[in-house]
């Protein structure tokens, strides 16, 4: 029934989609923090 | 539990999910919004700045899913798109349903945070527009899908522009209708030689809808209407001999390409020389245009 290399497959995709996702929202952290220093320098500028 | 998932259909792989952005159109997106931004010479922290583009980005790639996602379909029936991952089955469609609405809310929320409201609400109306007017009624319905449709390509120097500034004038309006009388003409060469596509697919493109004579006298009109909204900026005053001298000359080449591709005859792609050399040096002509404009106000200030 079961085909495994479907399954290796489908095991790889969700490998690299989970990988992905967390460099992303890694860089999503990074930027975040940047941004709110970015505008909090701009209030203090204003 | 093993044999149910050895049996699921494959989950959509990240290049397909980032496929369905249209990275190619994306790059354009990216080039224009970016030249709008340093064209505005408004002071923007880079962070911002950066995360403006961003957005914009991720916006045009969010329209981009939303349009794949409602035309699989279509796509399907099409040669030089039945490749993307929906029209291949390579994804499913609610996934690309649910990328494309998160895709947009959270570059329209980003942009609206990190710069401000009037830039996210631009860029609401032009993912809306894109995916809403253009893709599921205009393109459909109507021959002049691209003239309205092309508006929706039109936003992203007005989006950098208002990012950047937090307003609009005179000149990113004028960089809005440059790109709008641009899309005609850089939109109907292609379709003149890939009319079988469109025909086949029972979508009213001009070329299918009123024959090849009547779009490339629209071809040539479009051009002369482009030629003169791209020098306008110069006379009116809003950037100087760099940019005029450029557009001038960009426009002329581009008028000679359209007078070609209004003098052809022929009706099989084979023939369609001048139409390939005007759809290529379109590209050309609006990277370098907007390029001039970047030098050009850069150097003024």
């Known amino acids: 029934m079961s085909d495994p290399r479907h399954l290796d497959e489908v095991r790889r995709r969700q490998r690299t989609r989970a990988l992905v996702t967390a460099l992303i929202l890694a860089g999503l952290v990074v930027l975040f923090f940047f941004v709110t220093l970015a505008k909090i320098g701009s209030m203090h500028g204003a | ?301």
């Not at chain 2, 959509?12 to 340093?38: E, H, N, Q, Y």
């Not at chain 2, 923007?44 to 409602?70: E, H, K, M, R």
């Not at chain 2, 459909?140 to 307003?167: C, E, H, K, R, Y």
């Not at chain 2, 596509?197 to 009123?210: C, E, F, I, K, R």
């Open chain 2, 1 to 301: 539990m093993i044999a149910a998932e050895s049996t699921a259909p494959l989950p959509a792989s990240a290049r397909d999910l980032f496929a369905l952005t249209k990275p190619r159109v994306m790059s354009l997106v990216v080039f224009t919004a970016l030249c709008g931004l340093i064209a505005s010479r408004a002071p923007i922290d880079p962070v911002l700045g950066f995360t403006a583009i961003l957005c914009i980005a991720l916006g045009a790639g969010a329209s981009g899913a939303l349009n794949q996602w409602y035309e699989a379909d279509l796509d399907a029936k099409m040669k030089r798109t039945a490749q993307r991952p929906l029209a291949a089955g390579r994804v499913d469609r609610s996934t690309a349903l649910h990328f494309g609405v998160g895709l947009s809310a959270f570059s329209v929320i980003l942009l609206g945070l990190s710069t401000n409201w009037l830039a996210a609400g631009i860029l609401a109306t032009a993912i809306l527009f894109y995916a809403v007017v253009y893709t599921m009624w205009l393109k459909p319905n109507t021959p002049q899908n691209i003239v309205i449709g092309g508006a929706a390509g039109a936003f992203p120097p007005l989006l950098g522009w208002a990012a950047a500034s937090g307003d609009v004038s005179v000149l990113p309006a004028i960089l809005f209708l440059i790109i709008f009388l641009w899309t005609p003409p850089h939109f109907w060469a292609l379709a003149l030689f890939v009319k079988t596509d469109y025909a086949a697919a029972g979508v009213p493109m001009l070329p299918v809808t009123a024959g090849a004579k009547a779009t490339r006298g629209q071809i040539l009109l479009y051009s002369v209407a482009l030629a003169a909204a791209a020098v306008a900026p110069w006379p009116l005053g809003l950037t100087g001999a760099i940019y005029g001298m450029t557009a001038a000359a960009l426009s002329l080449a581009f008028l000679a390409l359209a007078v070609r591709v209004w003098r052809n005859q022929a009706t099989e792609p084979a023939g369609m020389g001048p139409e390939k050399k005007l759809f290529a040096f379109s590209i050309l002509y609006l990277y370098t245009l907007l390029g001039a404009l970047v030098a050009d106000r850069l150097l003024l200030a």
